[in-house]
């Protein structure tokens, strides 16, 4: 049995049918392990989530970490039951009335109390030691942020094999990428970062796509960027990013899109140009 899988009994379900003592379990459970003087910063951005925020935020609840922290929401003026998931789980959040995971992101960093920020996506699930892993290495004096990898669930449409391949393939590309270009390799599923450091910075909200990438890369300058490839601490998250491709018609788009730039990987930049389809009409 995988560590994710009671979640998945609720995950891609409405909040009507999610039985009510997950919730107030889940509830109890968040509130025991809020701290006033939190060392970390657990912030969950969601936009039109109510199938998937419940199971995030019931795995959240069952987190093994040693360390003080709080978590917070962040609703990014969802339009479903969002704000009412977050209202019965008992954490803060917060209303984002711009629309963007930049501006989502940034509104978590102003209202974030702990010393490292750890980016939650409202449909990925983290597994139970996830937290500890990062922080072992942000809290190395040479480091600013650290990403870690992620899987997507199994289903009747990609099988574990496939997955597999896919994911093998995918990694191998993000590991060999990550030595010159390290924020390219970053993803905001899977992204942490010392507070102090970004508040320094600015979040792009002027991007559709990239935003933590660019928070990475703007993070350089006070430490390197740390990769994690402990399996214990891969997030799992569902086909948002693969939208409804089969894995083959997946794998060979993203050949073709890092097949035309492919020298990059191999050059430093302190400088990104931004396509014209990746900017915020």
């Known amino acids: 049995m995988a560590w994710y899988d009671k979640y998945l009994s609720i995950y891609d379900k409405p909040f009507s049918e999610v039985p009510a003592n997950v919730v107030e379990e889940t509830r109890n459970r968040l509130a025991k392990m809020q ?24 795995a959240l609840s069952e987190i093994k970490c040693k360390y003080p922290l709080e978590i917070i929401g962040v609703n990014n003026d969802s339009k479903d039951r969002t704000a009412e998931i977050f209202e019965a789980s008992g954490i803060p959040y917060y209303t984002e009335y711009q629309h963007s995971c930049g501006y989502a992101r940034r509104c ?14 409202a449909d990925t699930l983290y597994p139970p030691h996830y937290y500890d892993i990062l922080m072992e290495q942000l809290l190395k004096p040479d480091v600013s942020c650290v990403s870690s ?3 997507y669930f199994p289903d009747k449409n990609h099988t574990k094999f496939g997955l597999a391949v896919f994911e093998l393939c995918r990694d191998l590309f993000l ?8 924020e390219l390799s970053v993803r905001g599923l899977v992204f942490a ?3 102090d450091y970004a ?28 990769f994690v490839y402990n399996r214990k601490a891969r997030a799992i998250t569902g086909y948002g990013t693969l939208n409804d491709e089969s894995l083959w018609d997946s794998f060979v788009k993203r050949i073709k899109i890092q097949g035309k730039g492919i020298m990059r990987i191999f050059h430093k930049t302190e400088h990104y140009e931004d396509s014209e389809d990746n900017l915020v009409k």
């Open 108 to 121: 978590g960093l102003q209202h974030a109390k702990g010393k490292y920020y750890f980016d939650v996506d």
């Open 35 to 58: 701290s006033d003087k939190p060392l970390i910063s657990i912030v969950v951005i969601a936009y039109n989530e109510e199938t998937h925020l419940q199971a995030c935020l019931w």
């Open 149 to 151: 990898l992620w899987s």
């Open 193 to 195: 970062y010392n507070i």
């Open 175 to 182: 590991w060999v990428q990550h030595f010159k270009r390290p």
């Open 199 to 226: 508040r320094n910075e600015e979040y792009r909200v002027d991007i559709i796509r990239g935003e933590d990438g660019s928070m990475a890369l703007a993070l350089k300058k006070y430490g390197k960027i740390a």
